[in-house]
């Protein structure tokens, strides 16, 4: 298991912005960088659903809901990754929640709420 902090989120008005942080603090570069990582995000009665994904080299890959808005990165040197989130909308409100791929681990979850 790989320990994973998300931090960055908040209440903003439809239309703005948001920028997520994934840490992992605690993991080694070996299991870190070679990793894909990934963002979910789960609304209240919802089942989780992928967000977005970088590969270990920077490949990315998007839900349709959130291409042109959203944009992942990652930081191999302090371990983290990032979810800018730009034009939001009510229906982006949700817990999201980072994801390392393998490993399977999870962080605790940000809440985003995007007032209409």
């Known amino acids: 298991q790989v320990y994973l902090v998300e931090s960055g989120g908040g209440s903003v008005q439809a239309g703005g912005s948001l920028r997520l942080s994934c840490k992992a603090p605690?993991?080694?570069?070996?299991?870190?960088?070679?990793?894909?990582m990934a963002w979910y995000r789960q609304a209240p009665g919802k089942q989780r659903d992928l967000v977005a994904q970088i590969t270990n080299d920077g490949r990315t890959n998007y839900a349709d809901s959130v291409k042109g808005r959203f944009t992942i990165s990652r930081d191999n040197s302090r371990k983290t990754i990032y979810l800018q989130m730009n034009s939001l909308l009510p229906e982006d409100t949700a817990v999201y929640y980072c994801?390392?791929?393998?490993?399977?681990?999870w962080g605790q979850g940000t809440q985003v709420t995007v007032q209409g």
């Open positions: 994801h390392h791929t393998q490993t399977m681990s």
């Open positions: 605690r993991t080694i570069t070996s299991v870190f960088d070679p990793s894909s």
